[in-house]
């Protein structure tokens, strides 16, 4: 339950993450918001994640997954670059999250 926990800490920052965009082109409530539902949700889950995983493990698999899923989604839904060489760090990325799920 606790990797469950951490996938979706993950996915409230990058919710979070793209709630930060938002904020910057629509300054209201709304907006504001739901960057600190998304936030909220990462670290309370983060939390319940981190009572059974390591400190070290739980906190870079969710940036992990904050950093390359908010690089996804600027790729997606804000037209960043999508070069092959930063495909290739995202994806390294990636990979040392799945590694440091296999040896925790």
């Known amino acids: 339950m606790a990797w469950i926990s951490l996938i979706i800490a993950g996915l409230f920052e990058m919710f979070g993450v793209t709630m930060i965009n938002k904020l910057q082109k629509e300054r209201n409530w709304q907006s504001l918001s739901l ?11 983060l939390a319940y994640a981190m009572k059974t995983l390591p400190m070290g493990t739980a906190y870079a698999i969710w940036t992990g997954i904050g950093a390359s899923g908010g690089a996804i989604l600027g790729m997606l839904l804000y ?22 799920k296999l040896v925790s």
Do not use: H, Q, T
């Not at 600190?36 to 670290?43: A, C, D, E, K, V």
């Open 35 to 45: 960057l600190f539902l998304g936030f909220g949700g990462s670290f309370l889950f």
């Open 79 to 100: 037209g960043e670059s999508k070069d092959w060489k930063r495909l290739v760090f995202i994806g390294m990325v990636l990979s040392a999250a799945i590694g440091l």
